[in-house]
């Protein structure tokens, strides 16, 4: 095996460590203390946070943390997710966030020490550029599941490279002389799934002429790679789980067994736990493809992935120089820094391809700026959104007049005209310190 790179040893991909203590509900007491960068908190078994609460999800939510902060987001669970009493998707943490899921209440709080996560010490793997420290802790991961035969999922929005990751793994796997087969379960209308999975009899449904060998058979010895699993439909999941369990198959029309040896990597856009959730994806099948997860981030988190990815593509596109040279302006590069990227890294081709059709940038969807006004919700009584609204403002106006002063609660009344005993209680009712005054 080819090994250009290694897992790197620079100090990047350290992460704050965290800790949820359970404030209330049934599980009342327990605290948890992470050991890398995320946590999933639900009623199942196989989450990280295991929380014995009928009234919470089997997959509940997921917090996760980067250099951007630790964040919750809810996978659609029955009872939603609050933080500090407003419903969320997703939503920042800081230390004292109470987050409810169900009747239980978790306490977050940030950690002084950092897990350390695996980097890649080298900008590229296979066809995959990419030299920002999320990138790089992929390719770590990538390269430690190429090592084994290990089921892996990998997760993330269209055009982030999870095809090109999977023909990765494969490629530096021990199955590499082997096929690598594609079947895009997204792509083919439902009740063909089975028979391209498995093959079929002749004559085994209208329009059988022939037998044919399903794709586990054709990928015999190699990798079997299974796009957009999360659209399997359910009445087809249980003949994929024995598949993988007992690496077993059955053309459709037939009874005969037939053994396969194949390595399973799957994709998905979706959050394969919230269709579990919601009954549209077997839990039981979720575990025997989720071994190993991998995400593969959005291009709007890693804006600095971007020079080396237009180099890439220029060169791919066979560019001329004068052609790269107008797009590696940096006035260019900090519009295209700027922009949503909802396509990822298929729409960043497509923006230079078209660059190099019409000899003019063309136009791309700039992010929202992150000062823009949160979006109304209707839904609620006026009341309580504007509680809401209120408790978001007063909660983000201590924390900027805190860090203002130092943490100097004495100068940070004086400067809010507030009283400082007042402001002591306003603190400890946002988590933000002592609800009493230490001066008396
Ligand atoms: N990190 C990267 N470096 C270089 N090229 C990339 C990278 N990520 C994606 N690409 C390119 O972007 C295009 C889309 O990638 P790919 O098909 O692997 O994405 P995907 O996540 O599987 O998308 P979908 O879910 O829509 O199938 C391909 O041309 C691929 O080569």
């Known amino acids: 095996m080819t090994h250009t790179g290694s897992p790197a040893d620079d100090g990047a991909g350290a992460v704050r460590r965290f800790r949820l203590e359970l404030v209330e509900g049934p599980a009342r007491g327990v605290v948890w203390d992470s050991s890398a960068d995320r946590c999933s908190l639900g009623s199942d078994e196989g989450n990280d946070l295991v929380v014995a609460d009928p009234t919470v999800s089997r997959f509940h939510c997921e917090i996760r943390i980067d250099e951007a902060g630790a964040r919750v987001r809810d996978l659609k669970s029955r009872n939603g997710t ?29 950690g002084t020490e950092h897990n350390r996560l ?29 090592e084994r035969d290990v089921t892996v999922l990998l997760e993330g929005e269209t055009g982030t490279g999870k095809s090109q990751a999977a023909r990765s793994i494969h490629e530096r796997g021990a199955r590499r002389e082997k096929p690598f087969v594609v079947v895009d379960c997204g792509a083919i209308h439902g009740n063909l799934i089975e028979s391209e999975l498995f093959g079929h009899a002749k004559g085994a449904f ?37 598949a993988l369990e007992a690496r077993e198959i059955r053309r459709v029309g037939t009874n005969t067994a037939r053994t396969v040896d ?14 579990v959730n919601a009954g549209r994806f077997r839990a039981d099948l979720y575990f025997r493809i989720a071994v190993v997860r991998i995400p593969m981030p959005p291009l709007r988190q890693r804006p600095e992935d971007i020079p080396a990815l237009l180099d890439d593509l220029l060169a791919a596109l066979h560019a001329t120089p004068e052609e790269a040279a107008a797009l590696r302006e940096p006035k260019v590069i900090t519009r295209l820094k700027r922009a949503a990227w909802p396509g990822n890294v298929r729409e960043l081709r497509n923006y230079v391809e078209q660059y190099l059709v019409f000899r003019a940038p063309p136009p791309v969807s700039e992010l929202a700026p992150v000062n823009a006004p949160p979006p109304v919700d209707a839904s609620v009584p006026y009341a309580e959104a504007r509680d809401r609204v209120l408790a978001d403002f007063e909660r983000r106006y201590f924390e900027a007049l805190l860090r203002a002063h130092d943490g100097k609660v004495s100068r940070a009344a004086a400067a809010a005209g507030l009283d400082r005993r007042y402001l002591y209680r306003l603190l400890h009712r946002h988590g933000l310190g002592p609800e009493r005054d230490p001066e008396g």
Do not use: C, N, Y
């Open 82 to 110: 609050a933080v500090d009493g407003v419903s969320v998707v997703e939503a920042f943490l800081r230390t004292g966030s109470l987050i409810r899921v169900g009747k239980t209440v978790a306490r977050f709080e940030f």
């Open 118 to 146: 695996p980097l890649w010490d080298e900008a590229r793997f296979g066809a995959l550029s990419g030299a920002s420290a999320a990138m790089r802790g992929v390719f770590a991961l990538l390269a430690r599941a190429a």
């Open 262 to 275: 194949v390595r399973v990597i799957a994709a998905t856009h979706r959050d394969l736990r919230s269709e």
């Open 206 to 242: 209208t329009g059988a002429a022939e037998q044919r060998v399903g794709a586990f058979e054709e990928a015999s010895g190699g990798t079997i790679f299974l796009d957009e699993i999360g659209e399997l439909p359910l009445d087809l999941q249980p003949k994929l789980l024995r």
